[in-house]
């Protein structure tokens, strides 16, 4: 008899400890392939990100678990650690950081939701992505991925997203800025990463059936408050999406190359219309985008962006795929902007083609 409580015990203590472990998954993708655009030699360079994901959860009873999240990104073609193209990084002073994508740790629960807190994925670019037929990725990418204050993701954030109630969802975010202020003796700024400021963002996402709508408000952290907002939606018939939106952003402290000067805003607006075909492996995508630069000087003029792409399945993990785009700017300084390679030139015709493997 004491053999079987003794055995009994055991069980339900190795059970008990087995159901409080933290069950991790290892995901990412790993894309590379060739690209060649006016005005830069031909390379290899990914279409996705590159990255290794670190995904974990302990269930902690009455419907909540603790979550934690963790993503390396990666140059495939050298090995090298992904610099990004993150605006906010850049004015931190600290392009290319370990962790470039999320690192957090939160938790979740079914009834209520989930509040994350660290780096986080930018809740603009989480909605308005799905915009993009092209996920806002690589030389084919929307105008609104060339946004100056292009930021992925957020450092130092809370970030809390609803559950679904009848197709309608709602996220909030709150990112703690520098604050730094640093001014010289004549009361101006010594550098640009001085223009501290907490950023917020909130965001709407409808879902029903075939139709799908979000709406985007967000302040950049450390960019002098410049903020942006965005609209749009997608309609699915068939083997078909259509996609429409409308992303501006008001940029007072530009991150990425271009500076901005104090008594010079620019705003930048975008629009993309796009159709995606899908039948069995095949998916041919074709977007417009129209994008227009308003200040003073060389930067201020619009540019209307062409992209083709066709993708191939070779399974549920791996894909081929190919991108041609052209892109006519109305001067060299706006191609500066939304030109995929970054060169200054009013005219630019781009190919890419490779290989994407999901694990």
Known sequence: MKKLLLSALIVELFAGSASAQSNMTITGQIDNGIRKE????????????????????????????????????????????????????????????????????????????????????????????????????????????????????????????????HGLSFSGSYSLGKESHKRNADGNAINYHAYGNDGFA????????????????ERLPDSDKSWSWDAGATYTAGPF??????????????????????DNALKQKNAIAAV????????????????RAETEGEFDGHSNRYALGYLYSLSKRTSLYAH???????????????????????SMTGVQFGITHKF
Not at 61 to 88: I, W
Not at 334 to 344: A, E, P
């Open 241 to 262: 999406t259509f996609y429409a939106g409308y992303h501006a952003v008001t940029v007072k402290r530009a991150a990425v190359q271009i500076l901005i000067d104090d």
């Open 38 to 165: 006016t005005g830069s030699d031909t390379r290899m360079w990914r279409n996705h990100d590159n990255l290794i994901r670190f995904k974990g959860t302990e269930e902690l009873g009455n419907s909540t678990k603790a979550v934690f999240n963790l993503e390396h990104r990666l140059n495939p073609n050298d090995g090298t650690r992904c610099s990004g193209n993150n605006a906010v990084d850049t004015l931190h002073g600290t392009p290319g950081v370990d962790w470039q994508g999320a690192a957090n740790v939160g938790l979740k629960g079914n009834d209520w939701g989930s509040v994350l807190f660290g780096r986080t994925t930018s809740i603009t670019i989480s909605n308005y992505s799905r915009i993009d037929p092209f996920g806002y990725d690589g030389i084919a990418a929307s105008g609104g991925a060339f946004d100056i204050t292009y930021s992925g993701q957020i450092a130092n954030s809370v970030r809390y997203d609803s559950p679904q109630w």
């Open 276 to 291: 995606k075909h899908t039948t069995g492996p095949h998916t041919i995508r074709a977007s417009y985008n129209w994008g």
């Open 324 to 346: 041609a785009v052209y892109t006519d700017n109305s001067n060299d300084g706006v191609g500066r902007i939304y030109n995929s390679n970054g060169t200054i030139q009013d």
């Open 202 to 217: 909130a965001g709407l996402v409808y879902e029903n059936g075939a139709f799908l709508f979000v709406a985007d408000y």
